[in-house]
């Protein structure tokens, strides 16, 4: 089992739903990173995370410590946000992170 | 634009040949990166290097040779790889190894063994 789990795996969508990708983790963390990988590899530092919430645009991060679990959120969303979404989380003082398998997502016209 | 460079994009080679990926980073951070992405497994650690020093090796086999000549630039020499070991591999940088520190990705290398 990995330590860090994503649901769901795939995840297909109309353009302008709301879209919730959730991540659960079963290590004690320092930080909880989003990314947002594209097709061809690339991949872009969406949110960190170490308490609460955070917003940026359409985009949405939270964090619950306590149960260890995070969520990313998606408002109106767009096909231009089709792309794997990773959750990452940063086990101690150091800046090794563990990844999750990623969540696939298609956003429909 | 990520400030982070990888080289080439894409490689395919024979198990026999030796080959160097090669990253290079114009962010002024101190810490890099290299990682593997394998279909359907989840990003994996290789090496880190912090001012120019490993300080993280993640049990990887030794026909994966790392360098790193200074903090901006990271190369990863590859001899008698497997085809298990064709993947996309992940150049990463950062400020520092603290949890503070964002890591920035490149594009990626996508290897192809046969």
């Known amino acids: ?20 990708i959730n991540c659960s983790y079963s290590v004690g963390i320092s930080a ?28 949405i991060a939270t964090i619950n410590i306590q149960e260890k679990h995070s969520s990313l959120h998606i408002t109106a969303s767009h096909p231009r946000d089709s792309a794997v979404y990773i959750c990452a989380v940063h086990r101690g003082s150091q800046g090794n992170l563990i990844f999750g398998k990623g969540t696939k997502l298609s956003v429909k016209p | 634009e990520t400030g982070v460079t990888q080289t080439p994009r894409h490689l395919v080679m024979g198990m026999t040949n030796k080959k160097s990926l090669k990253c290079e980073q114009h962010l002024g951070h101190n810490a890099m990166y290299w990682y593997k992405q394998s279909a359907k497994k989840p990003l994996e650690l290789m090496f880190v290097y912090n001012f120019k020093e490993q300080t993280e090796n993640n049990s990887v086999p030794s026909r994966f040779s790392p360098e790193c000549p200074n903090s901006s630039h990271l190369f990863l020499h590859l001899h008698t790889l497997q085809p298990e070991d064709s993947a996309l591999y992940l150049c990463a940088s950062s400020r520092s190894t603290s949890r503070e520190g964002t890591q920035y990705f490149g594009p990626g290398t996508r290897l192809t063994v046969l």
């Open chain 1, 1 to 20: 089992k990995n330590e860090v789990e994503q649901s769901p795996q795939n995840l297909t969508a109309q353009e302008g739903e709301f879209i919730t």
């Open chain 1, 32 to 59: 909880l990173h989003w990314l947002q990988q594209h097709p061809g590899g690339g991949i872009v530092s969406l949110f960190m995370l170490s308490s609460g919430k955070k917003k940026h645009g359409r985009l």
